[in-house]
């Protein structure tokens, strides 16, 4: 698990200490930000990259492939 000073949260495969490689989920802690969003998926280096579902907190959803 990985916490972040503006509360954000990622749980999931890390490698090199913290970096975001694997399976894992990242939400945003401020709901309230239209931008923000949840995300479920893999990781490659910090970015999200293949299967992964995300949705934003101004009700969009995106499921499917990511590079």
Do not use: P, T
């Amino acid at each position: 698990v990985i916490h972040y000073h503006n509360g954000d949260k990622f749980e999931g495969q890390i490698v090199s200490g913290n970096v975001r490689d694997g399976f894992g989920i990242y939400i945003c802690a401020d709901k309230e930000k239209r931008s923000n969003y949840e995300y479920m998926g893999n990781w490659k280096s910090n970015l999200r990259e293949g299967e992964g579902k995300c949705y934003f907190y101004n009700g969009d959803l995106y499921v499917g492939d990511w590079r």
